[in-house]
């Protein structure tokens, strides 16, 4: 099989039928460092408090092992003219850390056509090193399917600093992934309601960054180890 029909039949692949109406199933991988906000951002994405969030007491990750969670929202979007539903499979890992390639098969088979990159605003970054297992597990396409979500971005604002000056002065890690990201930046503050007045609009950024795709999802390298 070539690379042109393998493409096709994973973008064919994605989308099923369910009661007349087209279902179109993402998978989304969160990544970040302790305490970025990953466990929020998901709980945005499928609109519900699923994922277990707050600060532990010793100061560990909240999250320590992979989890998936899915939702599917009916009637999320149109496409050629009929209604489309839109299915998210969101999976949290632990901080800086990512599932064995074996395990990332597991969780999603179809592959992933969606990484979530979460960084604090009010925090120094440097995953340089997820980063480069991020490309030894999912080869140098990654960052066309890559969406870097900047939480507690209300420091910004207290600061007066704006967001564009605020990517300039930031790391090189994290500047480089902002100008690179297909996905683009999607900066949220870090007030109480946030995930159920923002998940909408991170759901279609999601959906338009896979769009963009043509819905390929990111084949997973099983022959590496990390």
């Not at 466990?39 to 277990?52: E, K, P, R």
């Not at 009637?75 to 990512?98: H, W």
């Not at 507690?152 to 207290?158: M, N, Q, Y």
Request: charged share 25%; proline share 4%; net charge negative.
């Amino acid at each position: 099989m070539d690379l042109h029909t393998d493409n096709l039949l994973g973008f064919l692949g994605s989308f099923v039928r369910q009661d007349e109406r087209n279902v179109l199933t993402l998978n989304v991988l969160l990544l970040g460092d302790r305490q970025s906000g990953r466990s929020s951002v998901g709980n945005a994405l499928i609109g519900g408090d699923g994922f277990q969030t707050g600060v532990c007491v010793s100061g560990d990750a909240v999250t320590m092992e992979h989890r998936l969670l899915s939702r599917n929202f009916q009637r999320f979007f149109r496409r050629q003219g009929a209604e489309s539903d839109l299915k998210l499979r969101v999976v949290d890992t632990p901080p800086m850390l990512l599932p064995r390639p074996h395990s990332v098969c597991e969780l999603c088979p179809e592959g992933v056509h969606v990484l979530v990159f979460v960084a604090r605003a009010d925090l120094p970054h440097d995953n340089t090193r997820l980063e480069e297992q991020v490309e030894t597990l999912f080869g140098p396409e990654w960052r066309r399917h890559t969406l870097l979500v900047v939480t507690h971005a209300d420091h910004l604002e207290e600061a007066g600093l704006h967001r564009s000056d605020y990517l300039k002065q930031t790391s090189d890690w994290l500047r480089a992934l902002a100008e690179e990201a297909g996905g683009g930046v999607s900066f949220l503050d870090n007030s109480r309601d946030w995930p159920s007045i923002r998940g909408r609009q991170l759901r279609d950024r999601l959906l338009r960054l896979s769009a963009g795709n043509h819905h390929r999802a990111l084949t997973v390298r099983t022959e590496v180890s990390l």
